[in-house]
């Protein structure tokens, strides 16, 4: 079996990558952009790279040739605007949805984001049926969802819904790793929202498990580590663990000042045209909880979460050390 991975040099993408090439019986396809990092991916078996991006129709339809599935990890999350977002996590899906219906490809795992799901509004785990996005990055993921699974009479269409992802290889958590290490752990509005987080290797091997899974086609998973949700104070206060140290300047940011910051950094953004993450629709959601709860991935896909977040946060630290990211 050949199985295209899209953002392959990524950070999903790039532990699909790895755990699929340790079989036999796979090879893969990596689509990556002509400028990404892929020394790690050189060094897997069994791994093809494919050059191109998803918002280029040409370029995907050649990465489809003589394929058998599609794990589809590529996706922006964070841009200069959200017509942006929409180019690639909408219309960049459309075109391997189209690409594969051409070359009649089987199985198609669409990996989304809890963020399309929306925060909770009562501190318990959101329903799968609920579609309230709060950011411009949930919303194009969302819609990204619906172009997916508008085919599923035509492919087998699984979407996963992840929480926060983290652990090695991972650039967006890693600030806070580094806030802590640095001495400072701001939390926000006394670092009450809760999240539901998953560790990147067992993240991938739900992505595994949903390609081969006898599933109704059209499914929809979350993907959490399959422990209790955890408050922004309490995952920081891991880390501080991990590393060893405690954080020298602990502080609550109010969620006036973090509004207020957030306008500053989204003005920045627009006036320079570059991309940032802190938006005030992203601030917005920090205050509150997003949350999920997998059991019914664990049932339905046959797949177990190996690493609980305690023992992850751990095991990143001692990455981030080694590979000198700390």
């Not at 396809?29 to 093809?48: F, I």
């Not at 589809?72 to 996590?89: F, M, P, S, Y």
């Not at 006394?190 to 499914?219: H, K, Q, T, Y």
């Amino acid at each position: 079996m050949r199985v295209l991975v899209t953002g392959g040099s990524g950070f999903l993408g790039s532990w699909v990558c790895e755990l699929l090439s340790k079989r036999k019986d796979v090879e893969v396809r990596a689509l990556v952009r002509p400028t990404s990092k892929t020394k790690h991916l050189q060094s897997l078996e069994r791994v093809e790279l494919a050059e191109g991006s998803v918002e280029d129709s040409r370029a995907v339809d050649e990465a489809c040739r003589s394929v058998d599935a599609i794990i589809h990890c590529a996706g922006l999350v964070k841009a200069r605007n959200e017509d942006e977002l929409i180019r690639v996590n909408v219309e960049g899906t459309r075109n391997l949805v189209e690409a594969a219906k051409k070359h009649a490809i089987k199985r198609f795992v669409h990996v989304s984001t809890l963020e399309a799901s929306g925060p909770s509004d009562d501190r318990k785990p959101v329903p799968i049926s609920q579609a309230k996005p709060c950011t411009a990055y949930g919303r194009s993921k969302l819609a990204g969802e619906r172009v997916a699974l508008a085919a599923k009479d035509d492919l087998h269409v699984v979407v996963l819904r992840p929480g926060a992802i983290y652990g090695p290889r991972d650039v967006e958590i890693l600030d806070a790793f580094k806030s802590v290490n640095r001495g400072l752990m701001p939390t926000i509005d006394g670092g009450r929202a809760l999240g539901s987080f998953v560790w990147g290797p067992d993240c991938a091997a739900a992505c595994i498990r949903a390609l081969e899974a006898d599933v109704p086609s059209g499914s929809i998973y979350f993907v959490d580590d399959g422990g209790p949700p955890v408050t922004q104070r309490d995952f920081l206060e891991m880390i501080e663990t991990a590393l060893g140290r405690r954080a020298l300047v602990r502080m609550s940011l109010p969620k006036g000042l973090l509004k207020t910051v957030a306008f500053g950094v989204e003005a920045f953004g627009k006036a320079s045209g570059k991309a940032v993450m802190l938006t005030r629709e992203k601030a917005d959601m920090l205050l509150r909880d997003l949350i999920c709860e997998s059991s019914a991935t664990r049932r339905e896909l046959g797949w177990e979460p190996e690493v609980a977040i305690q023992e992850g946060v751990k095991r990143a630290v001692e990455w981030y050390r080694a590979n000198g990211w700390l």
